[in-house]
């Protein structure tokens, strides 16, 4: 895919499902990078969105051809509320 057809996180926060993992990837102002012949999305571990993440603040790629769906966030805020959302339905049922 070509670099001017890719959509522009640069200000957002961005949960990825990858192919054959049940977690979903978050990424904090990501940007496409080529690296080795492939196409990742880069950015970095946010801080206070999973408990005790020990690789807050560290570079994360995740590689955008394993990525089945993405969702797009304003924030990190903006991802905290949508989960705490999510996990109120999954108590409920």
């Known amino acids: 895919m070509k670099k001017s057809k890719l959509p522009n996180f640069t200000k957002k926060f961005v949960s990825a499902s990858i192919i054959g993992d049940e977690h979903n990837y978050t990424v904090d102002r990501p940007h496409f990078e080529m690296q080795g012949g492939r ?35 304003d924030s990190a805020e903006h991802y905290r509320k949508g989960l705490a959302k999510f996990e109120k339905y999954k108590k409920k049922k």
Not at 49 to 61: I, L
């Open 39 to 73: 196409l990742f999305l880069v950015g970095t571990v946010p801080h206070g969105v999973s408990n005790g993440d020990w690789s807050e603040g560290a570079v994360r790629a995740v590689a955008w051809d394993r990525v089945t769906d993405y969702l797009v966030f």
